[in-house]
């Protein structure tokens, strides 16, 4: 059925390192796909999203590429700071509008 | 604008008690969701409505729990009776793009949410 897979976690790094979590999914069709983020006593808020094939999705400086091909979207920063410490999800969306959500990837980034 | 409302933040019960919260909307979205968040895992849609019909209630445990929009604005999510699994944060989001959206491009707008514990 349809799922989406990332990255086991929680992930720790240190201050202006790069970060890669990674996501890939099974989905009918092609869906859009999405990445939301949970900070600390927050409720979820979109990051980012891109809606076809090869579409980079960017957003606080942090990119994602709908890769097709790999059924993936990989979330990347080029710099962490330590207030991107949060829960981060990958989801895709149906034409119903719904959204199939990942287990989530928690980071903390240490100064 | 102002954001998805929901009440209330905290609440903790005894297994087979009732509880039910209640989700206000972005004033003219049309779809609203709920969904259920475990701790560790991603949040899991329990029932989908558009104005004030149900479009996907596949994983809502119909046995105990039941939701309603009236009105097709505010709506409200009940547990009858509630077990210990039942501990969860229960999200309300709403987007503007009804079914139909393309491609599923249509976002979601999150409310802060519900934490429920069942003792």
């Known amino acids: 059925g349809d799922s989406v897979t990332q990255m086991e976690g929680p992930v720790t790094l240190s201050e202006e390192a790069f970060l890669t979590i990674n996501c890939t999914y099974t989905a009918t069709g092609y869906p859009s796909l999405f990445w939301y983020v949970q900070y600390p006593g927050e409720g979820l808020q979109l990051l980012l999203k891109?809606?076809?094939?090869?579409d980079k999705g960017s957003n606080k400086g942090f990119e994602a590429t709908y890769r097709k091909e790999t059924t993936s979207f990989h979330l990347e920063k080029g710099s962490v700071q330590v207030s991107d410490s949060a829960v981060y999800f990958c989801a895709f969306g149906t034409s119903y509008g719904k959204l199939t959500f990942g287990q989530g990837t928690i980071l903390t980034v240490h100064p | 604008e102002a954001g998805v409302a929901q009440s209330p933040r905290y609440k903790i019960i005894e297994k087979r008690q009732s509880v039910a919260f209640w989700c206000n909307p972005i004033s003219g979205h049309a779809t609203l969701y709920w969904y259920q968040q475990i701790l560790g895992q991603g949040p899991k849609l329990l029932i989908q409505f558009q104005n004030n019909g149900v479009v996907d209630d596949s994983q809502l445990p119909k046995d105990r729990f039941s939701a309603e929009r009236l009105k097709g604005v505010d709506s409200t999510l009940k547990i009858q009776p509630a077990k210990l699994e039942d501990s969860a944060v229960y999200l309300c989001?709403?987007?503007?793009?009804?079914?139909?959206?393309?491609?599923?491009?249509?976002?979601?707008?999150f409310g802060a949410g519900s934490r429920l514990t069942v003792l």
């Open positions: 989001a709403s987007s503007a793009t009804g079914t139909g959206g393309i491609s599923g491009a249509n976002v979601l707008t």
């Open positions: 891109a809606t076809k094939a090869d």
